[in-house]
């Protein structure tokens, strides 16, 4: 009888190679970065708000939450912060009393403006060791992910 070669787990899965594994590697690099350079001391949620709300205007909390892909309960948690921080306004929705309606007030314009200047910085900072090529490559490929 011919022996078969003995295929082991480590041969079958190997943690270096998994979409996951690699996903939260690259993550914990660009959060390093992040947080090492990001300005008032964001976190990227928070970052992440602010960057949405400069983009599209007023919107209610709850499509903030949607744009930004966080759950109800963290989108209320970065809300309030912001609120404390004077760098968001919520108010009753105008057309619906339910929602409340979230816009950067003045304050949060400035700081907003002036996180996504050393966003760009943070970007290009964590694709770094990719060409621009490859850089391009990767951004798409995560976006088809989303």
Do not use: W
Request: aromatic share 4%; glycine share 6%.
């Amino acid at each position: 009888m011919a022996s078969r070669p003995r295929t082991t787990a480590a041969s079958e899965y190997r943690l270096d190679e998994q979409v996951g594994f690699l996903l939260r590697v690259a993550m914990q690099r660009h959060t390093s970065i992040f947080m090492s350079r990001i300005i008032k001391g964001l976190t990227q949620t928070q970052f992440a708000a602010l960057a949405k709300l400069r983009e599209v205007g007023p919107c209610s909390q709850n499509q903030l939450g949607r744009l930004i892909y966080l759950d109800a309960a963290t989108t209320k948690g970065v809300v309030d912060r912001l609120k404390g921080r004077r760098l968001i306004t919520v108010r009753a929705d105008a057309h619906d009393r339910r929602r409340r309606a979230i816009a950067l007030t003045e304050a949060g314009r400035a700081v907003a403006e002036a996180a996504v200047k050393v966003a760009r910085q943070i970007t290009r900072h964590t694709l770094m060791p990719l060409t621009v090529k490859e850089q391009k490559t990767v951004i798409g490929l995560l976006k088809k992910l989303t």
